[in-house]
T-cell receptor
Framework: NAGVTQTPKFRVLKTGQSMTLLCAQD?????MYWYRQDPGMGLRLIHY???????AKGEVPDGYNVSRLKKQNFLLGLESAAPSQTSVYFC?????????????FGSGTRLTVV | AQKVTQAQTEISVVEKEDVTLDCVYE???????LFWYKQPPSGELVFLIR??????QNEISGRYSWNFQKSTSSFNFTITASQVVDSAVYFC????????????FGTGTSLTVIP
C-alpha cells in the first residue's frame, strides 16, 4: 500500500545511546516532516525538509539531527538520547501547492529512553 | 502563542448522545487550512476532514459534521449518535499558506463513549 512507513515501530534506548529513525514514502512527495507527540501537548514539529538535500528546524529541534539524502527517505537521528526524548515520533509527507491535501502520516515510532 | 486551542481535554458521553468537540484557531493568513484527525487507541492518525479558509460551508459525513465559522475562528466537530468506536483522541490542526506545509496541532480532546 502506498504511504509513509516508519521503522522501527518500538525502541528502548539507554541514556546516552544514539539511534536513527527511518521514514520512507512512496508517493513522490517533496516535503517530509518529523513530529513528536507527548501527552497533553499534541504533535510538535522537530525538523522538516522541502526537498532532497535540504532540511530545516521546526519548533523543537534540540537533540535531533536529520538527513534527506534521497527524496523518498527522511532520517531522524538522536545523537545522545535523554529521558526527555521519550515520546511517540511521527513522520509525515506532503506535496507543495496542494493545500496539504494528501498530507500523510506514518503509523508512529514509540521510543522510550531509560 | 498557541495557534490551535482545544479547550476540552477530556469528554465522556453515553452511547447515542451527540457530542461537539471545540477548536479555536489563530492566524493572520487569509489562506489557511484546517484539519481534524482521529487517534484511536492503536495510535495512528486518521484523517477526517480538510477545510480551506475560503470555504465556510458546513460539511456532513455520516454521523460526523463540521461547523467552520471564520467570524469566531472556530472549526467545531460534532459526532451525532456517538458509538463506542468513536472513543479516541481527536486533534484539530492548522496549516498556513505563509509558513508552508507545517501543521500546528491542538493538544487534543480525549473522547470516551460509554456503552
Amino acid at each position: 500500500n502506498a504511504g509513509v512507513t516508519q521503522t522501527p515501530k518500538f525502541r528502548v534506548l539507554k541514556t546516552g545511546q544514539s539511534m536513527t529513525l527511518l521514514c520512507a514514502q512512496d508517493m513522490n512527495h517533496e516535503y517530509m516532516y518529523w513530529y513528536r507527540q507527548d501527552p497533553g501537548m499534541g504533535l510538535r514539529l522537530i525538523h522538516y525538509s522541502v526537498g532532497e538535500g535540504t532540511t530545516a528546524k521546526g519548533e523543537v529541534p534540540d537533540g535531533y539531527n536529520v538527513s534527506r539524502l534521497k527524496k523518498q527517505n527522511f532520517l531522524l537521528g538522536l545523537e545522545s538520547a535523554a529521558p526527555s526524548q521519550t515520546s511517540v515520533y511521527f513522520c509525515a509527507s506532503s506535496s507543495p501547492g496542494t493545500g496539504n491535501y494528501g498530507y500523510t502520516f506514518g503509523s508512529g515510532t514509540r521510543l522510550t529512553v531509560v | 502563542a498557541q495557534k490551535v486551542t482545544q479547550a476540552q481535554t477530556e469528554i465522556s458521553v453515553v452511547e447515542k448522545e451527540d457530542v461537539t468537540l471545540d477548536c479555536v484557531y489563530e492566524t493572520r493568513d487569509t489562506t489557511y487550512y484546517l484539519f481534524w484527525y482521529k487517534q484511536p487507541p492503536s495510535g495512528e492518525l486518521v484523517f477526517l476532514i480538510r477545510r480551506n479558509s475560503f470555504d465556510e460551508q458546513n460539511e456532513i459525513s455520516g454521523r460526523y459534521s463540521w461547523n467552520f465559522q471564520k467570524s469566531t475562528s472556530s472549526f467545531n466537530f460534532t459526532i451525532t449518535a456517538s458509538q463506542v468506536v468513536d472513543s479516541a483522541v481527536y486533534f484539530c490542526a492548522l496549516s498556513e499558506a505563509r509558513t508552508g506545509n507545517q501543521f500546528y496541532f491542538g493538544t487534543g480532546t480525549s473522547l470516551t463513549v460509554i456503552p
